[in-house]
């Protein structure tokens, strides 16, 4: 079992930047890809940015160029970077993790979530 806890989450204005932290704990010995996604209130889950074990990254056309995803293996953490935030990224986001690796963000690719942390962007 894998344990995934995020931190970071707050409300900014727009342009504003934030920097999301997710945790792992448990069974990470053999490596994990990451990932993060994010849910806005009634609409489905979507993937924001993805990383594996050899740093190979993917981002939704929706953040490339705003947002960085990054990780410290040596600490079982995994970062999420945001800049130039806008009201649209307002969602709660979930740090996701799975023992494979799939260049498509798909939440049924993940097998462990964190409970997820609370971005909120005002204009």
């Known amino acids: 079992l894998v344990q995934l806890v995020e931190s970071g989450g707050g409300s900014v204005q727009s342009g504003g930047s934030l920097r999301l932290s997710c945790a792992a704990s448990g069974d990470t010995a053999n490596g994990l890809s990451m990932a993060w996604f994010r849910q806005a209130p009634g609409k489905e889950r979507e993937g924001v940015a993805g990383i594996n074990m050899g740093g190979e990254v993917v981002y939704s056309d929706s953040v490339k160029g705003r947002f960085t995803i990054s990780q410290d293996n040596a600490a079982n953490t995994l970062y999420l970077q945001m800049n130039s935030l806008k009201p649209e990224d307002t969602a709660m986001y979930y740090c996701?993790?799975?023992?494979?690796?799939?260049?498509?963000?798909?939440?049924?690719?993940?097998?462990?979530w964190g409970q997820g942390t609370q971005v909120t962007v005002s204009s």
């Open positions: 996701a993790a799975d023992p494979a690796w799939r260049q498509k963000l798909r939440h049924y690719n993940y097998r462990y």
